[in-house]
């Protein structure tokens, strides 16, 4: 059974900073690219970072570039988001993807707010 946990979300202040984690199980973890989209209220999901299989290359949208982090540890079977000098419209659920195509996962999304 293929399952994307995600964890670390919540609220928090303008220039604050948060970790997410997303444990995934139930497939090959490591020949998959891995991902984080973010979807805020009334808007398209969206792409925020991704980390390739198994693991030498990143890409970030460029709304988020010099403030977050992707990274990925295969024996923990986990990707990661490091999210710094978050802003208010950062608020978003985040949802983990796992993609090697055609095959996508999903994970059911943690909610970010960062709001003072």
């Known amino acids: 059974q293929v399952q994307l946990v995600e964890s670390g979300g919540g609220l928090v202040q303008p220039g604050g900073s948060l970790r997410l984690s997303c444990a995934a199980s139930?497939?090959?973890?490591?020949?998959?690219?891995m991902s984080w989209y973010r979807q805020a209220p009334g808007k398209e999901r969206e792409l925020v970072a991704t980390?390739?299989?198994?693991?030498?290359?990143?890409n970030y949208a460029d709304s988020v570039k010099g403030r977050f982090t992707i990274s990925r540890d295969n024996a923990k079977n986990t990707v990661y988001l490091q999210m710094n000098s978050l802003k208010p419209e950062d608020t978003a659920v985040y949802y983990c993807?796992?993609?090697?195509?055609?095959?996508?996962?999903w994970g059911q999304g943690t909610q970010v707010t960062v709001s003072s």
């Open positions: 993807n796992a993609q090697r195509s055609p095959t996508r996962f």
């Open positions: 139930g497939f090959a973890f490591s020949s998959y690219a």
């Open positions: 980390i390739s299989n198994p693991g030498g290359s990143t």
